[in-house]
């Protein structure tokens, strides 16, 4: 079965950080560049981050400094540690994974999605 799960989100307080984690259920995940993806509620779909097969990586300028995305093709997880968060990073964070070779931050270009995991940064 084809999925991606994500874990992770929470409650922190602003300057905090939490990790995400993505599980993939994926033949082949090395195959997959993976994304992360951001939805805060009455806005768009938002890119984050993205990882490519061969481990190079890319972050939008909102959180670029603040977030990275990693793999692991061995443990099928791809992971988005946020640090220094803001209030405005609060959102619904869902990962995306896609065969393309070209790497491309537009959702309609991912094939799968997970559910979404949500993070909330308040005092």
């Known amino acids: 079965q084809v999925q991606l799960v994500e874990s992770g989100g929470g409650l922190v307080l602003p300057g905090g950080s939490l990790r995400l984690s993505c599980a993939a259920s994926?033949?082949?995940?090395?195959?997959?560049?993976m994304g992360w993806f951001r939805q805060a509620p009455g806005k768009e779909r938002e890119f984050v981050a993205l990882?490519?097969?061969?481990?190079?990586?890319y972050t939008s300028n909102p959180v670029k400094g603040r977030f990275t995305i990693s793999r692991d093709n061995a443990k099928n997880t791809v992971w988005l540690q946020m640090n220094s968060l803001k209030p405005e990073d609060t959102a619904v964070y869902s990962c995306?994974?896609?065969?393309?070779?070209?790497?491309?931050?537009?959702?309609?270009?991912?094939?799968?999605w997970g559910r979404g995991t949500l993070v909330t940064v308040s005092a």
């Open positions: 994926l033949p082949t995940f090395s195959n997959y560049a």
């Open positions: 995306a994974a896609t065969l393309r070779r070209t790497m491309s931050v537009i959702p309609t270009n991912f094939e799968v």
């Open positions: 990882i490519g097969q061969h481990g190079n990586a």
